[in-house]
């Protein structure tokens, strides 16, 4: 069974930075494309940014390219979402997810985390 553990949110100003965590379950991560999504009070779950399994391919929404970065250690079956210039606009829970990885696209599956909050003042 695939567990997802995230941390690293929190309270930043505008033009800050945060580093988020999320550590899986399993002996299978090294070969799980891996995925951060958001989601904002009233809006739907939103990808944010995607990444292969071995860390070689990465995707970001508009808005956030630029900004913010995605990585992976296999090793320590984690993976990161660094985020710079952050803007209030970004606020929102922010969930891990596992998923699959095709003709260079991200598709969830029904692997997530319990989420962790960003909040970004003005």
């Known amino acids: 069974q695939v567990q997802l553990v995230e941390s690293g949110g929190g309270l930043v100003q505008a033009g800050g930075s945060l580093r988020l965590s999320c550590v899986a379950s399993g002996s299978t991560f090294s070969i799980a494309p891996m995925g951060w999504y958001r989601r904002a009070p009233g809006k739907q779950r939103d990808l944010v940014a995607s990444?292969?399994?071995?860390?070689?391919?990465?995707n970001y929404a508009d808005s956030v390219k630029g900004r913010f970065t995605i990585s992976r250690d296999n090793a320590q079956n984690t993976v990161y979402l660094q985020m710079n210039s952050l803007k209030p606009e970004d606020t929102a829970v922010y969930y891990c997810n596992r998923g699959r990885w095709y003709s260079g696209s991200y598709y969830p599956l029904d692997y997530w985390g319990q989420g962790t909050q960003v909040t970004v003042s003005s």
């Open positions: 990444i292969s399994s071995g860390g070689g391919s990465t």
